[in-house]
């Protein structure tokens, strides 16, 4: 089963930008399936930030606008998310995520819902705090 | 968006016990675009149930799923101390999908 492992800094001042990775093994984001950022505010719900599929298209949820930009290097297996201009309300556990959804048609994988469908696999989540 | 709202916010109970959460939409969602989670403390949520009728691997015969248009129920048949968790259900029928903000099951 593919596995996903995030990573970056657990603390970011209020302006900066949230810079994390995901390294993903037993596993490529080259395989038929989606993968994104998710992140869950302290007791709150989850909450998708945005995906892509394996051929570059990407999905970004409205609520972060134009703040958030999601990059994947194939080659080394794995993909980024960075969001600028943090506030406190980014305060959050971020995970990096795989949907369960397969697509091996053009036709799907430009199906915007599937962008934000079911997750088989979580990455085991990292705190991330905006604070000066 | 469609706003997910799950009811109710936290339940006390008893091992044993008969368990039934709601989840309602603000507008319809096809039964084959609803996933349940379930969350135990310091982990991330686990998948339960996705589509019209998909059951993750691992999940237990006592959890069952049902529902359609905008009322949706995860139910528990005999509660064991190890489901203590929260639940969330989530919908990927309109972008972007959303979660519900989940119930808390205490035992």
């Known amino acids: 089963q593919v596995q996903l492992q995030e990573s970056g800094p657990g603390l970011v001042k209020p302006s900066e930008t949230l810079s994390l990775t995901c390294s993903v093994s037993?596993?490529?984001?080259?395989?038929?399936?989606?993968w994104g950022w998710i992140r869950q505010p302290p007791g709150k719900g989850p909450e998708w930030i945005g995906s892509?599929?394996?051929?570059?298209?990407?999905q970004y949820n409205p609520a972060f606008k134009s703040r958030a930009t999601i990059s994947r290097d194939t080659s080394r297996s794995y993909f980024s998310l960075r969001l600028t201009s943090v506030t406190a309300a980014d305060t959050a556990v971020y995970y990096c995520?795989?949907?369960?959804?397969?697509?091996?048609?053009?036709?799907?994988?430009?199906?915007?819902?599937?962008?934000?469908?079911?997750?088989?696999?979580w990455g085991k989540g990292i705190m991330v705090t905006v604070s000066s | 968006e469609i706003v997910l709202t799950q009811s109710p916010g936290t339940l006390s109970l008893s091992p044993g016990e008969r368990v039934t959460l709601s989840c309602r939409a603000s507008?319809?969602?096809?039964?084959?675009?609803l996933a349940w989670y379930q969350q135990k403390p310091g982990q991330p949520p686990s998948l339960l149930f996705y589509?019209?009728?998909g059951r993750a691997t691992g999940t237990p015969d006592r959890f069952r799923a049902s529902g359609s248009g905008t009322d949706f129920t995860l139910s528990i048949s005999r509660l064991e101390p190890e489901d203590l968790a929260i639940y969330y259900c989530?919908?990927?029928?309109?972008?972007?999908?959303?979660f519900g903000q989940g119930t808390k099951v205490e035992i």
């Open positions: 989530q919908q990927y029928h309109n972008s972007p999908g959303t």
């Open positions: 589509g019209e009728s």
């Open positions: 995520a795989k949907t369960g959804v397969r697509c091996t048609s053009a036709s799907c994988a430009l199906y915007v819902p599937y962008f934000y469908s079911y997750v088989d696999v």
């Open positions: 507008q319809t969602v096809p039964s084959n675009s």
């Open positions: 892509f599929y394996r051929s570059g298209s990407t």
């Open positions: 037993d596993g490529s984001i080259s395989d038929p399936f989606y």
